[in-house]
C-alpha cells in the first residue's frame, strides 16, 4: 500500500506563487509516474501536470504551461508542483497521484489534497 501526503497549500495572492509538496511512503516504486490533479468547488477533478518515473518526460495541462513546474526527488520519494503567476482560476484543492505509468495515474494511488486559494 502507498500513502501520499501533501503539503504546502494555501492562501496566496493573485501572481504570486506556491510550492506543494507530494511524501510518498510505504511500498512506493521510483519507477513509478507522478502527477497532480485539481478539482475546483462544484467541477470535476482535472488532470493538472504529471512526470515519469525518471523524471524525464513532464506533462502540462495547457492553461498551466509556462506556469507551473513539475519535478521529482526519487532519494525522497517526494514530488512538488512549484506554481507561479498564480490566477482565481487556480483555486483548487490539489491532489497527488501515483501509479505505473502517466496514463494510469488516475487508477492508482491518492493522497489526500491540499487547499490552494488565490484572491484576486
Known amino acids: 500500500q502507498v500513502q501520499l501526503v501533501e503539503s504546502g497549500g494555501g492562501l496566496v495572492q493573485a501572481g504570486g506563487s506556491l510550492r506543494l509538496s507530494c511524501a510518498a511512503s510505504?511500498?512506493?516504486?521510483?519507477?513509478?509516474?507522478m502527477g497532480w490533479f485539481r478539482q475546483a468547488p462544484g467541477k470535476e477533478r482535472e488532470f493538472v501536470a504529471a512526470i515519469s518515473g525518471s523524471g524525464g518526460s513532464t506533462y502540462y495541462k495547457e492553461p498551466v504551461k509556462g506556469r507551473f513546474t513539475i519535478s521529482r526527488d526519487n532519494a525522497k520519494n517526494t514530488v512538488y508542483l512549484q506554481m507561479n503567476s498564480l490566477k482565481s482560476d487556480d483555486t483548487a484543492v490539489y491532489y497527488c497521484?501515483?501509479?505505473?505509468?502517466?496514463?494510469?495515474?488516475?487508477?492508482?494511488?491518492w493522497g489526500q489534497g491540499t487547499q490552494v486559494t488565490v484572491s484576486s
Open positions: 497521484a501515483t501509479g505505473p505509468t502517466i496514463a494510469t495515474l488516475s487508477s492508482g494511488f
Open positions: 510505504g511500498r512506493p516504486s521510483s519507477n513509478y509516474a
